[in-house]
């Protein structure tokens, strides 16, 4: 009888079908969507929050103003170093005096040349002259001084706007407006901004997928939310070191989320292309499931 099965072409192609469905399981990993990068809002110097613009599950764009400290006596500051820097007065009368200073040398050498002045008044209008210039001099220097200045009151005056360094979405709005924003305090920050514009997938791959998996090779995720849709991804990072309890190593792949399709955080099942192991790596391996659609790329 068993021969009889053995030979049978019906039992033959059931066994393939097995085989294959056997191959596919062990091909597929759980896995857990994450945010590309968490990052914390800080202030860099200390002071009260006048403003806070956005909260929890709101967009934002990289650049975008999200809040603001008191800047009341940093706003003088600056407004004061830049009325100094463009005060005209002092270098036009230093001009002026040099112009006077010019003409006086100039005479008094033609008239030291016939003779009707000492040369103690021809050189007295030189030094003059060259005293003159000093003063101008110094009155420029201290000018491009004030312009140093204006710019350093502008940059503390920035730093009393807090922007978004990236485009993502508020995951955490942990200050109000009246608190006091400390920089030396790190563990609280204002507020926690995730991107999910693009998703890192971490999964656990068995010690006998070693040398099978690469940088920049394709892979399919099936997220459990949306369920049913299939999603190409990209492997970026591959451990160079094994966890030696259970006898795996990590992968990362990077998948595009343009549409906020898939949730962050949410678990999922990942295929790589080209990764087919035994039954014998059962670290991590899923039951069989049916061939996903991937979703068509719009026109």
């Not at 060259?130 to 200045?149: G, V």
């Not at 369920?227 to 190593?249: E, H, I």
């Not at 399709?261 to 295929?271: F, L, N, S, W």
Request: proline share 5%.
């Amino acid at each position: 009888m068993s021969q009889l099965m053995a030979s049978s072409p019906a039992w033959l192609a059931v066994a393939a079908v097995m085989a294959s469905s056997s191959a596919r399981a062990a091909s597929e990993f759980d896995c857990i969507t994450e945010p590309s990068r968490i990052v914390e809002i800080r202030a860099s110097v200390e002071g009260l929050l006048s403003q806070v613009l956005v909260d929890r599950g709101q967009t934002v764009k990289a650049g975008q103003v999200v809040a603001m400290l008191d800047a009341g006596l940093d706003q003088a500051n600056a407004d004061l170093a830049r009325y100094k820097s463009r005060m005209q007065g002092a270098i036009r009368s230093g001009e002026s005096r040099l112009a006077y200073a010019g003409v006086k040398a100039h005479r008094n050498e033609q008239l030291h040349a016939e003779r009707l002045v000492s040369a103690q008044d021809r050189d007295e209008a030189v030094t003059e002259r060259k005293l003159a210039e000093a003063q101008l001099q110094e009155l420029r220097d201290n000018q491009k001084t004030a312009e140093l200045e204006y710019r350093r009151e502008s940059e503390r005056l920035r730093l009393r706007t807090l922007r978004s360094p990236i485009n993502g979405i508020v995951l955490e709005r942990q200050m109000n407006v009246g608190e006091f924003a400390d920089n030396k305090d790190t563990r609280r920050p204002i507020m926690k901004i995730v991107d999910i514009y693009s998703l890192h997938v971490e999964t656990l791959l068995p010690i006998e997928a070693i040398g099978k998996v690469r940088p920049g090779q394709m892979a399919t995720v099936y997220p459990e939310a949306p369920a049913g849709v299939a999603f190409p991804a990209q492997v970026k990072v591959v451990d160079s070191v094994l966890d030696v309890a259970s006898g795996t190593f990590g992968v990362r792949l990077d998948l595009a989320n343009a549409k906020l399709e898939i949730p962050a955080g949410v678990k999922c099942r990942v295929r790589i292309d080209g990764l087919e192991l035994t039954r014998s790596a059962r670290a991590g391996l899923a039951p069989a499931r049916p061939a996903t659609r991937r979703p068509e790329k719009p026109q």
